[in-house]
């Protein structure tokens, strides 16, 4: 099965009234986990950074002024999706995929449809409703340091889920022959060749 594990930052909570600031992924094959490529991009936005968001994720205006715009950055991430693919996300269908679904509409863009899996459902069928399933209790509960990587980094969170993703997974079907959770349905651009 081809993967591809991403992480958005943001502006904010409202996929409304906030914009998408950096998209990050990478491709990975169940089983194997090699990343085999990755992709990352700033994107542009009309609202200013927050100083809070600056303060969270280290993105700060100057790194978004520059920056491909909305339109461009998401069809360039589909792009990458390619077409045989399903997206992984923390907490993707309540956060990532509303915002990019609500990019789409603001900006025009038609959409294609795509699987995608939730990795709080992985973390939920192996601890119930024990500690949480934010990222970083569920990093906690498996060992992985974060050492060297920077949270809330769209890059970072990417590398760090997929290893998150990986042991779960490995807990629940250790050969990686099945999905263990729920596949969902979200979009992405429709990109035309």
Same mark, same amino acid.
């Given at each position: 099965?081809?993967?591809?594990?991403?992480?958005?930052?943001?502006?904010?909570?409202?996929?409304?009234?906030?914009?998408?600031?950096?998209?990050?992924?990478?491709?990975?094959?169940?089983?194997?986990?090699?990343?085999?490529?990755?992709?990352?991009?700033?994107?542009?936005?009309?609202?200013?950074?927050?100083?809070?968001?600056?303060?969270?994720?280290?993105?700060?205006?100057?790194?978004?002024?520059?920056?491909?715009?909305?339109?461009?950055?998401?069809?360039?991430?589909?792009?990458?999706?390619?077409?045989?693919?399903?997206?992984?996300?923390?907490?993707?269908?309540?956060?990532?995929? @509303?915002? =990019?679904?609500?990019?789409?509409?603001? $900006? %025009? /863009?038609?959409?294609?449809?795509?699987?995608?899996?939730? #990795?709080? !459902?992985?973390? @939920?069928? =192996?601890?119930?409703?024990?500690?949480? $399933? %934010? /990222?970083?209790?569920?990093?906690?509960?498996?060992?992985? #340091?974060? !050492?060297?990587?920077?949270?809330?980094?769209?890059?970072?969170?990417?590398?760090? /889920?997929?290893?998150?993703?990986?042991?779960?997974?490995?807990?629940?079907?250790?050969?990686?022959?099945?999905?263990?959770?729920?596949?969902?349905?979200?979009?992405?651009?429709?990109?035309?060749?």
């Amino acid at each position: 099965m081809n993967l591809i594990i991403f992480d958005l930052e943001t502006t904010g909570l409202s996929p409304y009234y906030n914009e998408i600031i950096q998209i990050a992924a990478v491709k990975v094959q169940a089983g194997c986990w090699d990343v085999e490529e990755s992709f990352d991009t700033f994107v542009k936005s009309q609202q200013r950074v927050p100083s809070f968001i600056t303060g969270l994720t280290g993105i700060t205006q100057s790194q978004v002024a520059q920056a491909p715009s909305p339109v461009e950055a998401l069809l360039n991430f589909s792009r990458f999706v390619g077409d045989e693919a399903t997206l992984i996300a923390h907490n993707g269908p309540g956060f990532d995929m @509303r915002f =990019i679904a609500e990019n789409c509409t603001r $900006h %025009g /863009l038609p959409v294609r449809e795509t699987a995608m899996l939730d #990795s709080r !459902a992985f973390s @939920r069928k =192996i601890w119930g409703g024990r500690g949480g $399933h %934010g /990222l970083d209790p569920i990093l906690q509960r498996l060992g992985l #340091s974060t !050492a060297g990587v920077k949270r809330h980094d769209a890059r970072g969170d990417v590398q760090l /889920l997929a290893q998150a993703v990986r042991k779960m997974w490995g807990q629940l079907v250790p050969d990686f022959q099945s999905c263990p959770v729920e596949t969902r349905i979200g979009v992405i651009p429709a990109v035309h060749s």
